[in-house]
T-cell receptor
Framework: KAGVTQTPRYLIKTRGQQVTLSCSPI?????VSWYQQTPGQGLQFLFE???????NKGNFPGRFSGRQFSNSRSEMNVSTLELGDSALYLC????????????FGPGTRLTVL | TQLLEQSPQFLSIQEGENLTVYCNSS?????LQWYRQEPGEGPVLLVT?????EVKKLKRLTFQFGDARKDSSLHITAAQPGDTGLYLC???????????FGKGTRLSVIA
């Protein structure tokens, strides 16, 4: 079974731009969660989608948004990028949700200049 | 304030030594998970503990969930260079709330 894939793996943007990250979950998994990982704050939950509906949301500003498609693939969008948005963005899929085993992708490393 | 505090933050030991890392909180968790993350990769689940006082073993790794379900520990016996990585604990505080992560313990095992 193929694992979780994320594209792109690396991204460099400048302040004020927007970015879209993509995540393809493990086949059959309907839950996709997004996390931001930084050295200072560690892994922080952004949001979770289940069957195309946002089921849970973390404490991040509205510049961070996401969506899930009917094939469970998910995208995350960050608008008006700030320097502090530089981080590793991880996507995780699971069968039932974040209380279930989370299978993480390799992440997208975003650098904002 | 971090909901889950992990200690130590960094640990560098020689191959063959034993070590314990800790994950503590003032909150009660319905379950707690341990992950290992290697450079350039996402975290990989090692174990989930759900019962207070539970002990689980995974080869040379022993995981314990505190009786009050507020803390957990990971003990590695005879560490090997392949154990090097970032060890993360994560918990579900109340049913149907997001998984919260500690900041991790970065372990380096030197041959």
């Amino acid at each position: 079974k193929a694992g979780v894939t994320q594209t792109p793996r690396y991204l460099i943007k400048t302040r004020g731009q927007q970015v879209t990250l993509s995540c393809s979950p493990i086949s059959g998994h309907r839950s996709v969660s997004w996390y931001q990982q930084t050295p200072g704050q560690g892994l922080q939950f952004l949001f979770e989608y289940f069957s195309e509906t946002q089921r849970n949301k973390g404490n991040f500003p509205g510049r961070f948004s996401g969506r899930q498609f009917s094939n469970s693939r998910s995208e995350m969008n960050v608008s008006t990028l700030e320097l502090g948005d530089s981080a590793l963005y991880l996507c995780a899929s699971s069968l039932k949700g974040f209380t279930d085993t989370q299978y993480f992708g390799p992440g997208t490393r975003l650098t904002v200049l | 304030t971090q909901l889950l505090e992990q200690s130590p933050q960094f640990l560098s030991i020689q191959e063959g030594e034993n070590l314990t890392v800790y994950c503590n909180s003032s909150s009660v968790f319905s379950s707690l998970q341990w992950y290992r993350q290697e450079p350039g990769e996402g975290p990989v689940l090692l174990v989930t503990v759900v019962t207070g006082g539970e002990v689980k073993k995974l080869k040379r790794l022993t995981f314990q969930f505190g009786d009050a379900r507020k803390d957990s520990s990971l003990h590695i016996t005879a560490a090997q260079p392949g154990d090097t990585g970032l060890y993360l604990c994560a918990g579900v505080e109340v049913a149907r709330t997001p998984l919260v992560f500690g900041k991790g313990t970065r372990l380096s095992v030197i041959a």
